[in-house]
């Protein structure tokens, strides 16, 4: 497979595998550091969040990593 372009930070993952070393959120493709940095966002604010909703949850992550991709980074 190919190699695949970060949409946050710019980074080139060389044999991309999904889950592994890329990871695939909102129509973007996240290297590793990128989803652990939108998963420490993300972590203090789904727990604030009672009961939990789905439709919330991936409107959060669209939009924080549509703001992380214009910064070129997630914090
Ligand atoms: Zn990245």
Excluded at 1 to 30: N, S
Excluded at 35 to 57: A, G, H, M, V
Aim: hydrophobic share 35%.
């Amino acid at each position: 497979m190919k190699a695949l372009i970060c949409d946050v930070c710019g980074h080139v993952i060389q044999q991309p595998q999904p889950g592994v070393t890329y990871f695939h959120f909102a129509h973007r493709d996240l290297c590793e550091p990128c989803q652990d940095q939108l998963q420490l966002i993300l972590k203090p604010i789904t727990r604030s969040r009672q009961p939990f909703n789905y439709e919330w949850y991936n409107q959060l992550v669209q939009d924080s990593i549509e703001t992380a991709i214009e910064k070129g980074k997630f914090n």
